[in-house]
């Protein structure tokens, strides 16, 4: 194989991997976020947005709890919500498009817009750091 044909190879390869397989992990997902910010991620900062309000009735704690290692409880329906923090539910952040739809509609709730990819890097980052 010459060296185009390698490189022709190695992009066909990338881009199949990047439609077929919308499972990735937590880390994976904040390196995204992280990359399109431009900046790094800071967790104290992802942890002050998270218990903060914004204007609004509610703060993201007021249905995933301020330590979201536990079930949250949804603040209108009362629903239960699973564990927000990876360590402590490894189906959290394992779906791109998952993640980003609940991200639009929460950050949308909490704060009347989206979360810029900064702000959710810094959320993602402090989630990270809730261990076991
Ligand atoms: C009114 C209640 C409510 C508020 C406030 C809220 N959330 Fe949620 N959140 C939910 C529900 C319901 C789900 C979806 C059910 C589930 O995944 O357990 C969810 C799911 C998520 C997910 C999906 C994660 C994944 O990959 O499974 C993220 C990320 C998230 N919320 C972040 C936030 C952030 C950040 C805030 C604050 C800006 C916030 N939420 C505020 C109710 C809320």
Request: net charge positive; hydrophobic share 40%; glycine share 6%.
């Amino acid at each position: 194989m010459n060296r185009y044909s390698f490189l022709g190879a190695s992009v066909m390869l990338l881009g199949s991997l990047h439609s077929a397989t919308y499972a990735i992990t937590a880390t994976e997902q904040l390196a995204a976020y992280t990359a399109q910010a431009g900046a790094p991620a800071q967790a104290a900062r992802g942890q002050t947005l998270f218990t903060s309000k914004h204007g609004k009735e509610w703060s993201c704690s007021s249905c995933h709890t301020a330590t979201p290692t536990v079930e949250g409880k949804h603040a209108t329906t009362g629903k239960a919500i699973a564990p927000l923090a990876p360590a402590f539910n490894p189906d959290r952040f394992a779906d791109a498009a998952k993640a980003e739809k609940w991200f639009r509609r929460n950050c949308n709730d909490v704060m009347g817009r989206e979360c810029t990819a900064g702000e959710k890097a810094d959320i993602l980052a402090w989630l990270l750091t809730l261990k076991r």
